[in-house]
């Protein structure tokens, strides 16, 4: 496939780079991209991946547009307040790039959507806000065979990490960091417990360009590490994490 005139100058400045340049870009537009949650972490995610000209972008969300969401979620605005987040989603990323394609899902991650959800990506980007879609996204990776680009932002203080459970067995998996799911009253969110915008800004930004480098196989995975962002103090810890042969996702005893 060769780029266009349009898209020899729409990509210009990464395709200087030498870690990308016209095969790389080739491949970014052939890829598909399943980005859950069109939120905090979503929408700064499904920008960049757009803006980049990742060729389908897969949008999982099933709420609405509310006044409370603007203060972090850029995908978004005033006008658009009460319409599905898909929606609106759609409309941000096609003006951005015209050359993405958007493909909404506007239904609830579960147990019964989550694998075909799964099936439609190279890859899938997990922004959501709760522990039970963390989990199922990172089971139905294992199935699936995909890379998962997980985060979660809280406060000032965001982590991040890549999962590729599902393409190297000796990988660890979401679960292996942390078994077992909290008990929803224990742990505080963002809605409970507030969270800057910026820093779903820097931790979705980060998803996008680890997707990217994973799309591509350029760089140093994030796999197999967990980094710790710490935006108030100014802080990042990048901690080695290693497969867990008790986990009950993809340990030993799970088979
Ligand atoms: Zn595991």
């Not at 006008?79 to 096609?94: E, M, N, P, V, W």
């Not at 394609?101 to 239904?107: G, L």
């Not at 294992?142 to 982590?159: D, H, I, N, T, W």
């Amino acid at each position: 496939m060769a780029l266009s005139p349009t898209q020899m100058e729409r990509y210009s400045r990464q395709l200087l780079l030498k870690e990308i340049g016209g095969a790389g870009q080739t491949r970014l537009l052939q890829a598909r991209v399943v980005v859950v949650g069109a939120g905090g972490l979503g929408s700064p995610a499904a920008c960049y991946l757009a803006a980049a000209g990742v060729g389908q972008l897969i949008l999982a969300d099933d709420d609405r547009v509310e006044l409370s969401n603007l203060q972090r979620q850029i995908l978004h605005t005033t006008d658009r307040i009460g319409q599905a987040k898909t929606d609106s989603a759609a409309q941000a990323l096609q003006a951005l790039n015209p050359d993405v394609q958007v493909i909404p899902f506007t239904q609830r991650v579960t147990q019964e959507t989550v694998d075909g959800l799964v099936q439609q990506g190279d890859l899938l980007l997990d922004g959501s806000d709760n522990f039970a879609t963390r989990y199922l996204l990172n089971a139905a990776c294992f199935r699936a065979g995909k890379p998962l680009v997980s985060a979660a932002v809280l406060g000032f203080e965001g982590q991040l990490s890549v999962f590729r459970h599902g393409v190297d067995n000796t990988a660890p998996c979401y679960q292996c960091l942390y078994p077992h799911p909290p008990a929803p009253e224990a742990t505080p969110t963002c809605r409970s417990a507030g969270v800057l915008g910026a820093v779903t800004g820097i931790l979705g930004a980060w998803q996008a360009a680890e997707a990217i480098k994973a799309l591509l196989g350029v760089g140093d995975s994030l796999a197999g590490s967990l980094l710790l962002v710490n935006v108030l103090h100014g802080q990042i810890q990048r901690i080695r994490i290693t497969k867990n042969p008790d986990c009950p996702l993809c340990g030993a005893g799970s088979g």
